[in-house]
C-alpha cells in the first residue's frame, strides 16, 4: 500500500466517489481497512483507501472506477488491484490474509451511513483479522492497530479475533501489548465469543468528521 499521506478530506472525496461509481455497476463492496475503524469512530487515516471485493468482481469494478475517471494499476501482489483519483490511492483487495473477501464476508458487514452515502463496512473483527494477519518481520507496525483497539476496544469480539490469528506470532505479541496496557481484560477475563455492548456509531456529514456518539 502506499506510504504517502494525503489530506483527509481528499480520501473522504475519494470514497464518495468510488463508492458510487460500485454501486452503480452493481459491483458489492466493503468498506475495509483504517476507514472501517474511522466509520465507528477510531482514528482517522492519512493513507490509502481500502475497498473490499470479490475476485470475480475484480474486472467490473475497474471497469466502473476508470469509467469515474480514475486510473487504474496493476500491482505486482496477487491479492489486490489498484486505481488512482488523483494522489488518493484506492486499493481493490479481493485477498486479504486471514480473510478472503466471499459473500459470507460481505454479508458480515454492516450497512452504515457514512459521509451521508449508505455503504457496508466490514465486520470490525474481520479488519482486525487482517491487519494482524498481516504483520511480518519486515511490516511490524503495532502503532495504528494500538489506536484502533483503544478506539473500538468495547465493539470488539476480542475472542473471535484471537481464535482467528492464533497462528500468528505477531497477533499473540499483539494481545500480551493488549493485557499489559489493560485496553482489553487477560484472556480469562474476556466475555464469552459473540456477546458485546451496543456498538458506538460516527455520524459524518459533508461538512467533516463528527465524533462518535452512542449508536
Known amino acids: 500500500m502506499s506510504s504517502d499521506t494525503q489530506p483527509f478530506s481528499d480520501i473522504e472525496a475519494t470514497l464518495k466517489k ?39 468482481d475484480v474486472d467490473r ?38 480473510v478472503p473477501i466471499d459473500d459470507d464476508v460481505i454479508a458480515r458487514g454492516e450497512e452504515m451511513s457514512v459521509l451521508s452515502m449508505q455503504m457496508r463496512v466490514m465486520a470490525i473483527e474481520d479488519v482486525l483479522v487482517t491487519k494482524l494477519m498481516a504483520l511480518t518481520e519486515h511490516n511490524l507496525r503495532y502503532g495504528a492497530l494500538l489506536g484502533i483497539a483503544r478506539a473500538l476496544r468495547e465493539q470488539v469480539d476480542w475472542l473471535r479475533v484471537r481464535a482467528a490469528t492464533a497462528s500468528s506470532p505477531f497477533a499473540r505479541a499483539f494481545f500480551v501489548l493488549l493485557e499489559g496496557l489493560e485496553i482489553i481484560p487477560t484472556q480469562d477475563d474476556l466475555p464469552q465469543a459473540g456477546a458485546r455492548p451496543e456498538p458506538r456509531v460516527r455520524v459524518v456529514t459533508d461538512a467533516g468528521s463528527a465524533a462518535a456518539a452512542p449508536g
Open 61 to 98: 469494478a475497474i471497469a466502473a472506477l476508470t469509467s469515474a475517471g480514475m486510473r487504474a494499476d496493476e500491482p505486482p501482489e496477487e491479492w489486490l488491484v489498484k486505481a488512482w483519483d488523483g494522489d488518493v490511492l484506492v486499493d481493490l483487495i479481493f485477498s486479504p490474509k486471514g
Open 18 to 56: 468510488a463508492a458510487a461509481a460500485l454501486r452503480a455497476a452493481g459491483v458489492p463492496f466493503l468498506l475495509g481497512g483504517s476507514l472501517a475503524s474511522w466509520a465507528r469512530g477510531g482514528p482517522e487515516t492519512q493513507h490509502d483507501l481500502d475497498l473490499m471485493i470479490k475476485r470475480e
